[in-house]
């Protein structure tokens, strides 16, 4: 059982370039999330979704989208990558029951040039 | 969105008992609190989650007095292994998650 994966693992991007990242759950979560992680911080929220084809915005959004076409998969976006945008970013799936914990994948360090 | 505040660095030995009190003036009445354990370069995992008194599991238990306002995490006996920074996590709906700052714990040989 896989949990949740991200992929790339790590990339490395030139100012103004686009990418996607992929978070893809084998558990039928409903609820998934992107957080982003700096050195020295906690985790912040960027977007997350109730359920297939639904999204909303977190503590951090500006600058990402995401889409969630099928329950399993939550894809972030960056349309024009900025340094500022260059951290570690971890996709996490829960239940339907928001009382319960969320799993998390490995993480995706992306560094903007 | 009830904020936390957890001691930015604790050490310990190994085989002590490690408590770490996490602050969480507002929380509201139907949040839950939630410990995450992270090691470098992977995602938080779950330790334990609690509403009110004590929960215990297989690595942890979980404090939490009846005003709410505090929780402690408690580790029995720890290892090397159990190095990590440590999430205080008050929850209380998908859209009101916040993680603080975390604990880093240090277990000296």
């Known amino acids: 059982n896989a949990g949740v994966t991200q992929t790339p693992k790590f990339r490395v991007l030139k100012t103004g370039q686009s990418m996607t990242l992929l978070c893809a759950q084998d558990?039928?979560?409903?609820?998934m999330y992107w957080y982003r992680q700096d050195p020295g911080m906690g985790l912040r929220l960027i977007h997350y979704s109730v359920g297939e084809g639904t999204t909303a915005k977190g503590e951090v959004p500006d600058g990402y989208n995401v889409s969630r076409l099928k329950k399993q998969n939550f894809l972030l976006g960056l349309e024009s990558a900025a340094p500022s945008q260059t951290s570690v970013y971890f996709c996490?799936?829960?239940?339907?029951?928001?009382?319960?914990?969320?799993?998390f994948g490995d993480g995706t360090r992306l560094s903007i040039l | 969105l009830a904020k936390t505040t957890q001691p930015i660095s604790m050490d310990s030995y190994e085989g002590q008992e490690v408590n770490i009190t996490c602050s969480h003036n507002n929380i509201a009445t139907n949040d839950y609190i939630t410990w995450y354990q992270q090691f470098p370069s992977q995602g938080p995992r779950f330790i334990i989650q609690?509403?009110?008194t004590k929960v215990t599991n297989e690595v942890a238990s979980l404090f939490i007095p009846a005003d709410r306002k505090s929780s402690t995490l408690s580790l029995p006996r720890v290892s090397l292994s159990d190095t990590a920074v440590y999430y205080c996590l008050v929850k209380g709906g998908y859209q009101k998650v916040t993680f603080g700052t975390g604990t880093k714990l240090q277990v000296i040989p």
């Open positions: 558990m039928n979560h409903e609820y």
């Open positions: 996490a799936s829960q239940t339907g029951n928001s009382n319960q914990p969320q799993h």
């Open positions: 609690g509403y009110k």
